[in-house]
């Protein structure tokens, strides 16, 4: 086969993959916002006869051989081409291990385990879902026997799926020095008397919301062209390639701050993929590198930029115009030690920023026992409850407000949690590069984020998937992954608000 | 090849092409209604390569082969299979007697000419458009000769393809009867002095007519679980099968009628889709028998039921309600008049439901000289003012509000525009059909419209496209398509209303 045939045919593959991968992002986005209840089921078999066409392909012999031939010969490929081997290549590899009649079992059981989870989580009953955690548990834990290398062994291989390159050795180091740092700061702040809270209990209009939200776009020079903002019930960012960036929100009558952070949160995201580079958007290598990655950019756009006191010092005006009545008797210090409220919560997803990390602990310990560990199903609730107490001093009253409260494990999810904190961390040491280069809090009180946006962009976004974020750590902040910047950043940000 | 066997590979080759028609029905979906501007350029590359796939499939020498081996032996296959193959044959011949290249040439002039025909309208300019609109027409006339057949020559091929078996003599006998009647009929109103319209130049609002198209969806009992209604530029009726069906309605501040309309019209093609029997939904014969008996739904809905006095006298109230202060002096007798308003104007789409069928007769009449005779496109406009002088009594000012107002012909689309009229003239036939099974008035007042969508659904609707347009009207009113009770209906009607 000559180098440069095997290349226009690999292209020929991965345009058709790519175009099945957009009608699967757009069913997606459909099924999340909008389709019709009825239509589920109908729509359920379409996806799984396109699934079995992307399938076809991708296990055909004749992609399989050019993958591989032209992994044997990387060495001449064009820079990008060569990143994105490596990676197909991996991924198809990995994917050869498993044998097919399982990744079928496996996806009959995905297929329905999230409405079994989330029925058990509605009737608050463990019970209902533990037989199939079991199973999804079994099947990873088989899954991870194939996967096994001679570098990486047990829960490893699921970190290194979500994060390359991230062990168990690495996270465990991070979150000790988290148990060390943050966990007695938690508690100090924890004793403190809280203000009475003058936001809650009172009604904020969605539609004025949705202005507010609207507003936020043009703060974060999200392009509108490029992209839209609509309501689901849990917030996400999806999309495809730079060109089409979706985000959505949700609203709560009661909780005005909720749809504001989710906004800027979701359009971090955002503005991670409509700065990714263009040209990457045929390839495997648009939008983020990885999954921590990704998170750094709406954790640092939500908590890092749109909790700082400059950035509301410039906005809040703004809120308080649009809710005059319900914000009279706010002022600007208030809301600002509103929005960095801390509290020792049991739901992850509502948890402060400083809080968040220790219930994203609890998950790892937890997963550690499950993959490499001989803990049954039934003790499960009972180490959640325990964790829980310990590093957040809280009594668990039941399963829906403890183990039952996220989807990932349902979806075999192992390995994903550590990146929620991970990205965190990775954006405190992005900071403080950054404040080398520009006057941050200056540039967080302007009028948009067009300053920080363009650091991010030269920096991480028009990169891709092209580098790997170990690779973008050391080019942009001169080093490699350090969670000192992390604690640095929580210690000074609260201890400061907190007068300790 | 096995009978058997080769049912199952064409179930195979169907389940794969209906997939691939449910991603395209999807992603025009999403560009009607909310995607990005700047996505749709990269969008047209995935659809091409969407189209590509499907192509493939549908060309394949084992697909083609499939269809004929079933074809030539469709004795043997049950019921429905028969009609599938016979249509799906039929299609397939008449597709591959167009070399590929020239289909290829088309679909690149088509990729442009709705934007080069959009930006005359814009100027006003039919120098702009006409070159392609040349090009559009020889392309045309070059397919209809690759298409005759012995039966079937010239224009006949073009209206054979958008409702099987009209032929240009029973549409001529149809238009002329229309000519011989209505125009008279439409002179005659024209003389009349109007009444006061109190209900235009005044603003309502946006979010209250929303909630009165809402409300008509349930009138029209229609299954919210199985479809949605959304908001798009021009509105129409989208979906797939019986489970997924969804229109768009628009809405303007001073025209509260257009609104409401629009919403009982595309609901009526909607009820249609979700009527009909879900076990057809696998299948080719989904949905509606053809173009003519879709739009004749439609127009059943929203002029003979829609505009009845009978159906205000139950929702004009919940109108008036939401819109108190707007309709305060508005009788419900002034506003069925308004609804029933007949007006000689321009537009074929603002048009009301006793001059419609006039604006037909123009573009019928321009269609067979473009396809049979030897006009140029130079002499066109003027060939346009003459017909609308001649059927509508009206000086076309300029070619904005004259040949360039629909965008039919910049998508090849000659021979489609007749059946918009002849659905009109089938839900005339059907009215007198049903009026013998159920008090038609009575059923108009109630609270919804149950028993007229039942007895359309066991008439019609069920059927889908197991019948066609001949089968289900003799089967439900026992004669063939006769023009004669839509001139009755009309004459009936705007002759009680004018006292004529």
Same mark, same amino acid.
């Given at each position: 086969?000559?180098? =440069? =045939?095997?290349?226009?045919?690999?292209?020929?593959?991965?345009?058709?993959?790519?175009?099945?991968?957009? $009608?699967?992002?757009? /069913?997606?986005?459909?099924?999340?916002?909008?389709?019709?209840?009825?239509?589920?089921?109908?729509?359920?078999?379409?996806?799984?006869?396109?699934?079995?066409?992307?399938?076809?392909? #991708?296990?055909?012999?004749?992609?399989?051989?050019?993958?591989?031939?032209?992994?044997?010969?990387?060495? =001449?490929?064009?820079?990008?081409?060569?990143?994105?081997?490596?990676?197909?290549?991996?991924?198809?590899?990995?994917?050869?291990?498993?044998?097919?009649?399982?990744?079928?079992?496996?996806?009959?059981?995905?297929?329905?385990?999230?409405? @079994?989870? %989330?029925?058990?989580?509605?009737?608050?009953?463990?019970?209902?879902?533990?037989?199939?955690?079991?199973? /999804? /548990?079994?099947?990873?834990?088989?899954?991870?026997?194939?996967?096994?290398?001679?570098?990486?062994?047990?829960?490893?291989? +699921?970190?290194?799926?979500?994060?390359?390159?991230?062990?168990? #050795?690495?996270? !465990?180091?991070?979150?000790?020095?988290?148990?060390?740092?943050?966990?007695?700061?938690?508690?100090?702040?924890?004793?403190?008397?809280?203000?009475?809270?003058?936001?809650?209990?009172?009604?904020? !209009?969605?539609?004025?919301?949705?202005?507010?939200?609207?507003?936020?776009?043009?703060?974060?020079?999200?392009?509108?062209?490029?992209?839209?903002?609509?309501?689901?019930?849990?917030?996400?960012?999806?999309?495809?390639?730079?060109?089409?960036?979706?985000?959505?929100?949700? &609203?709560?009558?009661?909780?005005?701050?909720?749809?504001?952070?989710?906004?800027?949160? #979701?359009?971090?995201?955002?503005?991670?993929?409509?700065?990714?580079?263009?040209?990457?958007?045929?390839?495997?290598?648009?939008?983020?590198?990885?999954?921590?990655?990704?998170?750094?950019?709406?954790?640092?756009?939500?908590? @890092?930029?749109?909790?700082?006191?400059?950035?509301?010092?410039?906005? &809040?005006?703004?809120?308080?115009?649009?809710?005059?009545?319900?914000?009279?008797?706010?002022?600007?210090?208030?809301?600002?030690?509103?929005?960095?409220? $801390?509290?020792?919560?049991? /739901?992850?997803?509502?948890?402060? #920023?400083?809080?968040?990390? +220790?219930?994203?602990?609890?998950?790892?310990?937890?997963?550690?026992?499950?993959?490499?560990?001989?803990?049954?199903?039934?003790?499960?609730?009972?180490?959640?409850?325990?964790?829980?107490?310990?590093? +957040?001093?809280?009594?668990?009253?039941?399963?829906?407000?403890?183990?039952?409260?996220?989807?990932?494990?349902?979806?075999?999810?192992?390995?994903?949690?550590?990146?929620?904190?991970?990205?965190?961390?990775?954006?405190?040491?992005?900071?403080?590069?950054?404040?080398?280069?520009?006057?941050?809090?200056?540039?967080?009180?302007?009028?948009?984020?067009?300053?920080?946006?363009?650091?991010?962009?030269?920096?991480?976004?028009?990169?891709? %998937?092209?580098?790997?974020?170990?690779?973008?750590?050391?080019?942009?902040?001169?080093?490699?992954? !350090?969670?000192?910047?992390?604690?640095?950043?929580?210690?000074?940000? &609260?201890?400061?608000? &907190?007068?300790?």
């Amino acid at each position: 086969m000559e180098l =440069q =045939q095997a290349i226009e045919k690999y292209y020929e593959y991965r345009t058709k993959l790519k175009a099945l991968g957009y $009608v699967n992002y757009l /069913i997606s986005w459909d099924t999340e916002t909008e389709a019709p209840l009825g239509c589920l089921e109908e729509r359920s078999k379409q996806v799984g006869v396109l699934s079995e066409m992307s399938y076809q392909l #991708e296990r055909s012999k004749e992609y399989i051989e050019l993958v591989s031939y032209l992994n044997n010969n990387i060495d =001449q490929l064009d820079d990008i081409l060569k990143v994105e081997i490596k990676k197909t290549n991996k991924a198809l590899q990995q994917s050869l291990k498993i044998p097919m009649d399982e990744l079928v079992e496996f996806s009959i059981l995905m297929s329905k385990s999230a409405s @079994i989870w %989330a029925n058990a989580k509605v009737n608050n009953d463990y019970s209902l879902f533990k037989d199939t955690l079991a199973e /999804i /548990i079994n099947f990873s834990k088989k899954m991870v026997k194939y996967l096994e290398t001679e570098e990486l062994k047990g829960y490893n291989v +699921l970190l290194d799926q979500y994060e390359e390159g991230m062990t168990k #050795e690495k996270y !465990d180091k991070f979150f000790a020095l988290l148990k060390e740092e943050i966990v007695p700061l938690v508690k100090e702040i924890s004793k403190q008397q809280k203000p009475i809270n003058k936001i809650v209990n009172k009604k904020y !209009d969605i539609n004025k919301q949705k202005i507010f939200a609207d507003y936020l776009m043009d703060v974060m020079c999200f392009d509108k062209n490029r992209g839209l903002m609509k309501e689901s019930e849990h917030p996400f960012t999806s999309g495809y390639g730079s060109s089409d960036v979706r985000v959505t929100n949700h &609203y709560y009558e009661d909780l005005v701050l909720s749809s504001v952070f989710s906004a800027i949160h #979701e359009l971090g995201h955002g503005t991670y993929e409509q700065q990714c580079n263009p040209e990457l958007d045929s390839t495997y290598l648009s939008g983020g590198t990885s999954m921590a990655m990704h998170e750094s950019q709406s954790r640092f756009y939500e908590n @890092i930029v749109g909790r700082s006191y400059e950035f509301w010092k410039r906005h &809040y005006p703004k809120l308080k115009e649009l809710f005059e009545e319900e914000l009279s008797d706010v002022s600007l210090e208030e809301f600002y030690r509103y929005a960095n409220d $801390v509290e020792c919560s049991l /739901i992850r997803v509502e948890a402060d #920023e400083l809080t968040y990390p +220790l219930h994203i602990m609890v998950r790892y310990e937890i997963e550690k026992m499950i993959i490499e560990g001989n803990v049954s199903v039934d003790e499960l609730p009972t180490i959640w409850n325990r964790l829980y107490k310990e590093y +957040l001093g809280l009594d668990v009253p039941n399963d829906k407000l403890g183990i039952l409260q996220d989807v990932h494990w349902s979806g075999g999810s192992f390995g994903y949690f550590p990146t929620y904190a991970l990205g965190s961390a990775y954006g405190a040491q992005l900071l403080y590069a950054m404040k080398k280069d520009l006057n941050f809090e200056e540039e967080c009180s302007k009028e948009n984020l067009k300053a920080i946006n363009e650091w991010l962009k030269e920096k991480i976004h028009i990169y891709g %998937a092209t580098k790997s974020p170990e690779e973008l750590l050391i080019a942009s902040t001169g080093e490699t992954f !350090d969670a000192k910047y992390y604690v640095k950043y929580l210690k000074e940000k &609260y201890q400061k608000i &907190y007068n300790i």
